[in-house]
Structure formats: C-alpha cells, structure tokens
Nanobody, 122 residues
Framework: QVQVVESGGGLVQNGGSLRLSCVVS????????MGWYRQAPGKQRELVAD???????YYADSVKGRFTISRDNAKNTVNLQMNSLRPEDTAVYYC????????????????WGQGTQVTVAS
C-alpha cells in the first residue's frame, strides 16, 4: 500500500502566501516524479509544477515566478511554496507521484493524493 497525503491548504487573501506539503509513505522502493496539479470548479485538472527525480523543474506559465516546487528525497516529500496568490489560483490542489514499489522490477505506479483546498479571497 502507498499513501499520499497533502497538507497546507486554506484561505488566504489576494497577494498572500501558502505552502503545500505532500508526504508519500508505505511500500516504496523509490519515488520518481513528483508534482502538483489543481482543479478549479468547472475546469479540468491542470499541471501546476513538476519535479522529476533529478534537479529539473517545470512550471505552468500561470505560476512561473510565483510558485516554487521542491522535494526532499530522504523524507519522500514534495512542497509547493505559493507566493503572490491570486483569486484565479483558487482550486483543489492534488499531489501526484510516480513510484517504484520493488527493486526487482522497473515497473512504476501512479498515485494521487486526496487533494487540499486553496481559496484566495479577492
């Protein structure tokens, strides 16, 4: 079993900051890609930021310069620091991870967290 648990969402004023965290636990051999997605009401889920197992990162254009993704491989965690938040950032934010559960195979599995609500008041 693999568990993916997000935390850190909440209500913040326009221009404020929040920090989201995601912890992966359970039967894990290694964690490959880690990333954050979001889904606003009536819209499709979209990629916000992604950090593969190396040092490279990817950001959606809408959050570049405001959000920073980071990971701690020793703790199997990924964080999303969100600054200069805007009302249009309001959404449920989901953590997505790709893991290997055994050294005996290169097969990877995709898991999602349950989501955490971020609301930015105007």
């Amino acid at each position: 079993q693999v568990q993916v648990v997000e935390s850190g969402g909440g209500l913040v004023q326009n221009g404020g900051s929040l920090r989201l965290s995601c912890v992966v636990s359970g039967s894990i051999f290694s964690v490959n890609a880690m990333g954050w997605y979001r889904q606003a009401p009536g819209k499709q889920r979209e990629l916000v930021a992604d950090i593969p197992s190396g040092s490279s990162t990817y950001y959606a254009d809408s959050v570049k310069g405001r959000f920073t993704i980071s990971r701690d491989n020793a703790k199997n965690t990924v964080n999303l620091q969100m600054n200069s938040l805007r009302p249009e950032d309001t959404a449920v934010y989901y953590c997505r991870v790709v893991v290997r559960t055994s050294p005996a195979t290169t097969t990877t599995f995709l898991y999602w967290g349950q989501g955490t609500q971020v609301t930015v008041a105007s």
